[in-house]
């Protein structure tokens, strides 16, 4: 009999976000960084504290309890006896409690054995039976509403940032200006941040900003994006643009693709393997994807060293970079390149860290298990583009949701492990609605002739892939629209943009049948590139149908005017 214990972070993005303040954000996600890993985290003191032996720091270690799994805010522990893990989740559990109050998890303590798996009837292991059934009970967790302490009833003090129960400001919290302090009234989640923002010196280092950090070289990273963040770009110079009319900003997170097909094989080709081969391939698959997702980020943040340094400090800030995960603030020019950037490099780390899980499923699977298997993973990802000064409140539910529709299309593609793709999307004011609600606001106008025309793509693929659109398209059909010789000039683009808003397609379509006319032989080249975009040739040319509605990158081409960006051509920014 073998028993494991299962603890997951949920809703880590809501969490890092929910006061709208960067400094609290920072905090929170470096805190978070440190709760569950291989070295010098919570866990590792929580274990010191418990007396069992363990394999947390050297999974060749033999240990009381053993891991399988100890990164991105979750780990998979099991042991032959129920009594360590049971005092491991009384301590653990009240260890998160106090450290991070409002934080959701979930958990769960089973126990698996040899025998036939329940659904399948095939013969299976303890270990895999207990963490195939402790999967389930997560999954089961997930949805059932927990209650946060302290409780905020109605005769309660409540924080005006979260809404949860006020608590008398800790000195080591008041770091901030005295007027600023006594107008917030903090809740104990924001106390802590706050407090570990002071002690950690979070304002000039952290755990966190080094995993970004390239060649081990040591960088700051801005903390005031409104006054302590460099804007200045080539593209602001050359426009006549002055750096305070540009204070634009983005906000990236991007997430893996084909993590949960690679793991049901891993489980499915070792369900009867020798329980110290399926722990071992379980955790080198775990511990090669953070490494694979780390060089890639560092790999992307090269070029913000490159074209967004002053004075050792980077115009980006690191939130998140755990398991196949990764979130930032990042200068807006650089947004696009650094997310492409790492798309490109995380497909070749993650095959070097699956080479051997592959390798495993390969040896012990059979030819349904091994069938269309893939060596590596893909990431797909959201870009938000919006003011520096604005809320962050609800931005990670926007760019979560423009993740998601990357995810889409790669999914449509191949529902396996499909090509890395991303979407974005440019906010002028605040918002906080659901994404497809923005998007229907923003970049959608109601014609009677189309019904509906979206003026933004759903995502584009970061490498070209058959008949969908891809960036570098989109890229090219925005260097013919800026050549001197071009029918149709972006301010022409954008006059036809204000007739679409204003529900006249009559007058859009008449701007740009007549530029064309004038243009006379010039016309080619400009339908061509609508119709690589597109992957069609059509009559309509800059708008066209796609799954049964229409689109057109209108849109998505004023985003490149304002932050159009070309690392491999550009002279360094600073």
């Known amino acids: 009999m073998t028993y494991c214990y299962l603890f997951e972070a949920k809703s880590i993005q809501s969490y890092l976000f929910k006061t709208g303040k960067l400094k609290d954000v920072i905090a929170a996600s470096e805190r978070l960084d440190v709760l569950v890993d291989d070295n010098n985290?919570?866990?590792?003191?929580?274990?010191?504290?418990?007396?069992?032996?363990?394999?947390?720091?050297?999974?060749?270690?033999?240990?009381?309890?053993?891991?399988?799994?100890?990164?991105?805010?979750?780990?998979?522990?099991?042991?032959n006896d129920k009594a360590p893990l049971q005092a491991l989740r009384n301590i653990w559990t009240l260890t998160v409690l106090q450290l991070f109050p409002g934080l959701e998890f979930c958990d769960a303590l089973v126990y698996g054995e040899d025998g036939p798996d329940k659904e399948t009837n095939e013969p299976s292991k303890a270990l895999q039976n207990a963490i195939k059934l402790g999967q389930q009970r997560l999954a089961a967790d997930r949805n059932?509403?927990?209650?946060?302490?302290?409780?905020?009833?109605?005769?309660?003090?409540?924080?005006?940032?979260?809404?949860?129960?006020?608590?008398p400001t800790s000195k080591l919290a008041r770091f901030a200006p005295k007027e600023e302090v006594e107008f917030e009234r903090l809740d104990l989640?924001?106390?802590?941040?706050?407090?570990?923002?002071?002690?950690?010196?979070l304002k000039h280092q952290g755990a966190l900003q080094g995993k970004y950090s390239p060649n081990e070289q040591k960088y700051t990273y801005p903390i005031d994006l409104e006054n302590d963040f460099d804007f200045s770009t080539e593209q602001n110079a050359h426009s006549?643009?002055?750096?305070?009319?540009?204070?634009?900003?983005?906000?990236?997170?991007?997430?893996?693709?084909?993590?949960?097909?690679?793991?049901?094989?891993?489980?499915?080709?070792?369900?009867?393997?020798?329980?110290s081969v399926y722990a071992n391939?379980?955790?080198?698959?775990s511990e090669g994807l953070a490494a694979a997702t780390q060089k890639a980020a560092q790999a992307a943040t090269q070029l913000v060293v490159d074209y967004g340094q002053t004075n050792n400090r980077l115009a980006m800030r690191p939130l998140v970079l755990g398991g196949d995960?990764?979130?930032?603030?990042?200068?807006?020019?650089?947004?696009?390149?650094?997310?492409?950037?790492?798309?490109?490099?995380f497909k070749q780390t993650s095959k070097e860290a699956l080479a051997s899980t592959v390798k495993v499923i390969k040896q012990y699977g059979d030819a349904e298990v091994t069938k269309d298997i893939k060596d590596y993973l893909s990431a797909s990802g959201g870009v938000l583009f919006q003011k520096a000064g604005h809320p962050f409140t609800n931005s990670h539910h926007l760019v979560e949701?423009?993740?998601?529709?990357?995810?889409?299309?790669?999914?449509?593609?191949?529902?396996?492990v499909g090509p890395a793709a991303l979407s974005f999307l440019r906010l002028s004011n605040t918002a906080t609605q659901h994404v497809e609600q923005v998007i229907k606001q923003n970049v959608t106008v109601t014609l009677e002739e189309l019904e509906k025309l979206t003026t933004a793509l759903p995502a584009y693929l970061v490498e070209p892939h058959s008949h969908y659109p891809c960036l570098a398209d989109l890229y090219h059909l925005f260097d013919v629209c800026t050549q001197p010789s071009t029918p149709m000039t972006m301010s022409k683009w954008r006059q036809l943009l204000t007739h679409l808003s204003l529900?006249?397609?009559?007058?859009?379509?008449?701007?740009?049948?007549?530029?064309?006319?004038?243009?006379?032989?010039?016309?080619?080249?400009?339908?061509?590139?609508?119709?690589?975009?597109s992957k069609s040739q059509n009559d309509t040319t800059w708008y066209w149908q796609q799954d049964g509605e229409w689109f057109s990158p209108l849109s998505d081409l004023m985003v490149l005017e304002r932050f159009y960006f070309k690392p491999v051509d550009a002279v360094e920014a600073q």
Not at 189 to 201: F, G, I, K, S
Not at 264 to 273: E, T
Not at 281 to 285: E, K, L
Not at 515 to 521: E, F, I, Q, V
């Open 401 to 416: 949701g423009l993740c998601e529709k990357a995810k889409r299309l790669t999914k449509q593609i191949d529902n396996n």
């Open 189 to 201: 989640d924001t106390d802590l941040h706050r407090q570990a923002y002071e002690l950690m010196n």
């Open 240 to 275: 006549g643009k002055q750096n305070d009319e540009r204070k634009d900003i983005a906000l990236v997170h991007i997430d893996g693709n084909g993590l949960g097909i690679i793991l049901r094989k891993l489980n499915k080709a070792l369900k009867d393997a020798d329980e």
């Open 325 to 345: 995960d990764v979130t930032l603030l990042i200068r807006a020019d650089l947004a696009l390149p650094w997310s492409e950037k790492f798309c490109e490099v």
């Open 503 to 533: 529900g006249d397609m009559a007058e859009a379509t008449r701007i740009y049948a007549r530029a064309l006319t004038l243009a006379k032989g010039k016309k080619s080249e400009l339908e061509d590139a609508f119709n690589q975009l």
């Open 281 to 285: 391939a379980y955790r080198t698959f």
């Open 144 to 167: 059932q509403a927990k209650v946060n302490l302290p409780l905020a009833p109605a005769i309660a003090e409540v924080s005006q940032r979260t809404g949860n129960a006020q608590v």
């Open 41 to 79: 985290s919570v866990l590792t003191e929580v274990l010191e504290q418990l007396g069992y032996s363990h394999n947390l720091a050297d999974k060749e270690a033999r240990g009381e309890i053993k891991f399988l799994r100890c990164k991105g805010a979750a780990f998979f522990a099991y042991s």
